[in-house]
Structure formats: C-alpha cells, structure tokens
C-alpha cells in the first residue's frame, strides 16, 4: 500500500538559511499535517491543512509557512533557520472525518549548523 | 501542563515480561485515543485507536489497550514482550473537532534478549 512520501529525508543547513520539505499524501487522502520532534520529545503539532485550506495551527514559528498544493502535498517553508529548528519533521495524511487515522511519513531530518 | 502523560519514561524488561504503560489525559469532553510506536531509526507507526464502542482495544502485533473514562486513563499492555519490541511508544489524543495530535512525552522501551 501507498505511504506517506516526505523529502527530503535528510537536510543540513547553515543558520539565517532558508530550507523547503515536501510531503506527498496517501492517495485520497485529503487532509495533512506537519509535526516538528525535537531530540528525545514528543512530537509537536505545527500546522495541518485540509482542501487546500489551513485548518488548524499549532506552535508554529512566524518564521515558518505552509501550503497545500491542488495535488494535495504540502510543503513547508523555513526561513531563517535556527539552531534550535533542528528537529524531525514528520507530515501525516488522513481522510477528513474526525475518526480517520493519521498515517505518518518517514519524516525529513533537519539539521541547522 | 502537559495534558497526555505518560508515567513511565524509561522501561526495561526482559523477553517474555508482562507489560503495561500508563497514559492519562486532561480533557473533558469526547477524544480519541491513540497508541504511536516508533522504532529505532523509523517513523510512527499505529498500535491501536479507541474512539467509542468496547473499552478493550486489541491492536496489531499483540497490543491491547483499556479505556477507563473514570481515570481518564488508556493503559496500554502486552502479555509477553519480544526484543523486537524495544522502541519508543506514545500515547496521543485528539480532542473535539480538531484531527490535531496531542501527545505524550513517550516511553522508551528497552527489552533484554
């Protein structure tokens, strides 16, 4: 079966960079959401979309945007980046009803220097 | 504050133990809960989920887990633990009509050959 894609898988960056990571969902699904897990935590909900639309927003920085595409993969734009960016960043995709499951991709490794 | 807690930080059993790992939750109303493995090295992956009908849920590879809304509690357990076992394991919730994720700060669990 289809999974969640995420690229890149691994990104190192300088600080005040700027840093891009995709998230293609599963088929049909229609809904997604980006997680930021710093080393040795839970993973912290950032921002999720549903038809294109923003539909919920969590503890993102204002440095940070976020859009989902007709497609409907998303992307995720980081600007000025910070030491402290450095993290795992997981998207997950589900189909919009509030019993659907979040299916998780691999997550994109960033590490800001 | 955090509002899904996970008692156990760090656990280490031996192969064939018993295991239970304690999750609460702080909200009122309707959620849904859900368990969150991640091996080594990988990304989320769903033990099991509760959202209404019979509070003993069975998962995949051997999982169960209880809801008691009285304790605001979904404990998750397994009769007998393989070495495969040995991961993170996080307890998440969603809450009223937001699909957003709240999770715990995650158990690690280490099984001994």
């Known amino acids: 079966a289809a999974g969640v894609i995420q690229s890149p898988r691994h990104l190192i960056k300088e600080k005040r960079e700027t840093a891009t990571l995709k998230c293609y969902p599963i088929?049909?699904?229609?809904?997604v959401y980006w997680y930021q897990q710093g080393p040795g935590q839970d993973p912290q909900f950032l921002i999720s979309?549903?038809?294109?639309?923003?539909?919920d927003k969590g503890s993102i920085p204002d440095r940070f945007s976020a859009q989902q595409f007709s497609d409907y993969h998303s992307e995720l734009n980081m600007s000025s980046l910070e030491l402290g960016d450095s993290a795992l960043y997981f998207c997950?995709?589900?189909?919009?009803?509030?019993?659907?499951?979040?299916?998780f991709g691999p997550g994109t490794r960033l590490l800001v220097l | 504050a955090q509002s899904v807690s996970q008692h156990n930080h760090h656990v280490i059993l031996s192969e064939a133990a018993s295991l239970e790992l304690g999750c609460n939750y702080s909200?009122?109303?309707?959620?849904?809960l859900f368990w969150y493995v991640q091996y080594p090295g990988q990304h989320l992956q769903l033990l099991l989920k509760?959202?209404?009908?019979?509070?003993l849920v069975k998962g995949i590879k051997g999982f169960e887990a209880e809801f008691i809304k009285s304790k605001f509690s979904f404990n998750l357990r397994k009769p007998s633990v393989q070495w495969s076992d040995t991961a993170e394991y996080f307890c998440?919730?969603?809450?009223?009509?937001?699909?957003?994720?709240?999770f715990g700060q995650g158990t690690t669990l280490q099984v001994k050959p």
């Open positions: 509760y959202f209404s009908g019979d509070p």
């Open positions: 997950a995709s589900s189909r919009r009803t509030l019993q659907e499951t979040q299916y």
């Open positions: 088929p049909r699904h229609d809904t």
């Open positions: 909200y009122g109303g309707t959620v849904n």
């Open positions: 979309f549903y038809e294109k639309m923003q539909s």
């Open positions: 998440a919730v969603t809450r009223g009509n937001t699909g957003k994720l709240i």
